[in-house]
């Protein structure tokens, strides 16, 4: 695709041969009789958004807190989102672990170079080996697939799961959560839940590059409280994982193993591994796929970054630099990295790099870095009532980088505990929240929207050209001003005039609509969080400012809506937490 100015720009679409026929703006013709849209209302107590591993621990534990629970989830049971795609877990076990609690955080939070929050470092690991234990309980161990270990816990306390419903409204009345609505993807039929407390554990998401195999995380969580008042965190910090040039969409990476390989469990082993490295050899050097005669494919060699202020030294790296992993294992063996508690079984930490440089890892976002702002340990947000866990929580427990093998999931299973256990407490002390039939009314007619709209773009349309816009990797990877306010311009042009215009004729294109809204407003908050950090540390590279600014940014990035509906942006420092 021709790059212009800086950024894709919206008329190269000529180029690619999109055309109004294909999916441009033109009439809308639904396939459903919009006369005949079914409605339903549920109460519960809390009402957990997700049905990842965050959301299995967050349904579990609160039903055993003693109130009613309802899962409500986009995919299947432990299906979707990012959990199938993990295969180890961490679990911190002080009897085996040479190095003490307070060693593994303070080795972290210099990792991440003081972008980690340690209150959640320590929290994941003290709480690791639990939630593993109950794992095992439940036969997680014992599959690869994972919707058979997550049923067994969910039917054997009668939870209810609303399987296949995209939540796409949070629903605040006085100031406090009041519910959520969204609608189904295979009857239609929009539903309103009605609840004391919504945990989100909806994930996190990226812009759905073609080939990789996490494409259906688009920040809806993140997007919808945001929309009703919630500060969100981490935007400037990007992902790092890969996909590979020779069959992208095998659902193979290199460093996690296959998807059929059953999980396994994970010891102490810190490392420091960059999103940045391999998009910044492509960019001075060409070539992101090829290095050279005998190299695979799809990975990269020659030097990279080193000794830069965002990498602290005595960290070793697993990246293209030196050739495949420690233990003599290519990339296509997943081997295991040296130390730590044994060779995990369920594989390493994420190569960076990989067949489309920038492209593959816009798939999802960095763990625990992007997501609500938490008020406290608990996973509260600003908003009373809504709480968050795992991906879709800001918590920066490992910070802005990969650090620890399997924290990921150790994360949100953690997470999803402690969150539910307090948002069952707050539901308890509280009544039923009411919502007036007018605001009910409202966000019907908003998820109707698109299949009501006599014509507009299509969305698979704007989700391409959203998609030349940012996943370049000199725009997501490799910034400097210029080409971050360039594709700013292009995506603002994307948020007024074609996010309204958006049009569907059937449920599929109905979400697709939805989706391809929310990932307009997360570029927008990941350009503008982008241009604010004025330095370079851990994910965030700025090749004009390529050197780490301790003394102005030792500090988070917070975005929230102003009472004039524009994004507004803070810096928070370190330290400076509960916020």
């Known amino acids: 695709m021709t790059i212009a100015g800086g950024a894709a720009g919206i008329a190269a679409m000529a180029a690619m041969g999109i055309s109004a026929e294909r999916g441009e703006c033109r009439v809308n013709i639904p396939k459903i009789d919009l006369d005949k849209i079914k409605y339903a209302e549920n109460e519960t107590d809390v009402l957990v958004v997700g049905s990842g591993i965050a959301g299995l621990f967050a349904a579990v534990k609160a039903h055993d807190a003693g109130v009613r629970v309802m899962m409500v989830s986009k995919g299947r049971l432990g299906s979707s989102g990012q959990t199938p795609f993990a295969k180890g877990i961490f679990a911190y076990d002080a009897a085996k672990e040479k190095i003490s609690l307070d060693e593994f955080v303070e080795k972290v939070s210099r990792s991440a170079i003081g ?11 003290e709480h690791s080996l639990d939630r593993v234990k109950d794992l095992k309980a439940w036969g997680f161990f014992d599959s690869p ?75 809806d969580g993140t997007v919808m409280a945001y ?69 695979p494919p ?14 602290p030294a005595g960290f070793q790296d697993h990246g293209p630099k030196g050739g495949p992993p420690p233990g003599g294992h290519g990339p296509r063996h997943g081997g295991p990295p040296p130390g730590g508690g044994g060779p995990p079984k369920g594989g390493g930490p994420a190569r960076m790099g990989g067949a489309s440089v920038g492209g593959s890892s816009a798939g999802m976002s960095i763990h625990k870095s992007e997501g609500l702002v938490p008020m406290n340990d608990k996973g509260a947000s600003n908003i009373p009532g809504l709480y968050a866990a795992g991906d879709a929580l800001g918590s920066h427990m490992a910070g802005a980088i990969y650090t620890q093998i399997g924290s990921s999931l150790a994360g949100s299973a953690v997470q999803g505990a402690i969150v539910s256990e307090a948002a069952a407490e707050y539901a308890k002390g509280i009544a039923l929240p009411k919502i007036s039939r007018a605001t009910i009314k409202t966000i019907e007619e908003e998820i109707l929207a698109p299949l009501k709209r006599k014509a507009g773009y299509g969305p698979a349309w704007v989700t391409q050209t959203l998609q030349g816009i940012m996943i370049p990797n000199f725009v997501l990877y490799i910034k400097k001003e210029s080409l971050l306010k360039a594709a700013l311009a292009y995506i603002e042009e994307l948020r007024d005039h074609h996010m309204p215009m958006l049009r569907a004729a059937d449920l599929h294109e109905l979400r697709l609509a939805h989706e391809t809204a929310n990932m307009i407003i997360n570029a927008e908050m990941k350009l503008k969080a982008s241009l604010m950090r004025k330095e370079s540390r851990c994910s965030h590279f700025r090749l004009d400012y390529p050197e780490i600014d301790t003394t102005n940014w030792n500090a988070w990035i917070n975005i929230y809506k102003g009472s004039d509906g524009t994004m507004k942006l803070e810096k928070k420092p370190f330290g400076t937490w509960p916020s």
């Open 145 to 219: 697939l994972y919707f058979n270990s997550f049923s067994k816990p969910m039917e054997e306390r009668k939870i209810p799961v609303v399987e296949r419903v995209m939540i796409t409204h949070l629903i605040k009345e006085n100031g406090k959560i009041a519910g959520a609505a969204g609608f189904s993807f295979d009857e239609a039929k929009v539903y309103i839940f009605k609840a004391k407390t919504v945990v989100l554990c909806s994930g996190a998401g990226g812009f759905k590059p073609n080939g990789f195999p996490i494409c259906d995380l688009t920040h």
């Open 227 to 295: 929309n009703i008042g919630a500060k969100v965190t981490g935007k400037e910090w990007n992902d790092g994982h890969s996909g590979q040039t020779t069959n992208p969409a095998a659902c193979y990476d290199g460093w996690h193993g296959m998807f059929d390989r059953n999980p396994g469990v994970t010891g102490v082993e810190v490392h420091h591994d960059l999103g940045v490295d391999s998009n910044y050899q492509a960019y001075m050097g060409g070539n992101p796929v090829s290095g050279g005669p005998g190299a």
């Open 115 to 125: 972008t980690n929050n340690p209150v959640f470092t320590r929290q994941m690991a």
């Open 298 to 311: 799809g990975r990269i060699t020659g030097e990279q970054i080193s000794g830069g202020p965002h990498r």
